[in-house]
């Protein structure tokens, strides 16, 4: 309870907050929370370690929180709060056996990540998996293209390796249509 307690508290208020799911190691969203101290950074991630060394270099205006993402946005993001969420490289979990229950974006879950922007808002994904893309593709067609938020110069690890080895990125940032079910 004290861990929810710690995130409603850092989500209150009017600030601008921007999410990034599955952070890796933090270092874009570091360089991102340092560079816009007037928002407040949210990082979810699973892994205990990634979450511990990001939280120990944490300026006040970002909490690294060690929770599924699914989760807090299915049950604790309250609707229209947030203004922009990054998906950045997710795992792309094919296979429908026990690997499906850890596929990131699935039809709920975006609708889950609609339900918590507030109008205007924006989802960022990046990945260098085509076949991902197209997925992701196929679960933000009912909403509209967006221009993607600024990010600063710090790359995340995935995309530094993707640069070094000239492999391909896919993009896409999408908004909420205004005449949406979910927009508000």
Same mark, same amino acid.
């Given at each position: 309870?004290?861990? !929810?307690?710690?995130?409603?508290?850092?989500?209150? $208020?009017?600030e601008?907050?921007a999410?990034?799911?599955?952070f890796?190691h $933090?270092?874009?969203?570091?360089?991102?929370?340092?560079?816009?101290?007037q928002?407040?950074w949210?990082g979810?991630?699973?892994r205990?370690?990634?979450?511990?060394?990001?939280a120990a270099?944490a300026?006040?205006?970002?909490?690294?929180w060690r929770?599924?993402?699914?989760t !807090?946005?299915?049950?604790?993001?309250?609707?229209?709060?947030?203004d922009?969420?990054?998906?950045?490289f997710p795992?792309?979990?094919?296979?429908? $056996?026990k690997?499906?229950k850890?596929?990131?974006?699935?039809?709920?879950? !975006?609708?889950?990540?609609?339900r918590s922007?507030?109008p205007? *808002?924006?989802?960022?994904?990046a990945?260098d998996? *085509?076949?991902y893309?197209?997925h992701?593709? /196929?679960?933000?067609a009912?909403?509209? /293209?967006?221009?993607?938020?600024?990010? /600063?110069s !710090?790359l995340?690890?995935?995309?530094?390796?993707?640069?070094?080895? $000239?492999?391909?990125?896919?993009?896409?940032?999408?908004?909420?249509p205004?005449?949406?079910p979910?927009?508000?």
């Open positions: 309870r004290a861990e !929810v307690e710690r995130f409603e508290a850092f989500i209150a $208020g009017p601008t907050l999410v990034e799911i599955g890796d $933090g270092h874009r969203l570091l360089d991102c929370a340092r560079r816009w101290p928002t407040r949210l979810l991630e699973v205990k370690a990634q979450v511990e060394a990001l270099q300026p006040p205006n970002l909490l690294a929770a599924d993402a699914r !807090v946005f299915a049950a604790l993001m309250p609707p229209g709060r947030v922009r969420i990054d998906v950045l795992t792309p979990w094919w296979d429908e $056996g690997r499906a850890r596929l990131l974006l699935t039809v709920e879950s !975006v609708a889950d990540l609609g922007l507030r205007g *808002g924006v989802v960022q994904v990945t998996v *085509g076949p893309f197209e992701v593709a /196929g679960l933000f009912g909403w509209q /293209g967006a221009d993607p938020p600024p990010s /600063g !710090v995340s690890r995935r995309e530094r390796v993707c640069q070094r080895d $000239g492999l391909p990125v896919w993009r896409g940032c999408w908004r909420l205004e005449t949406s979910v927009a508000r």
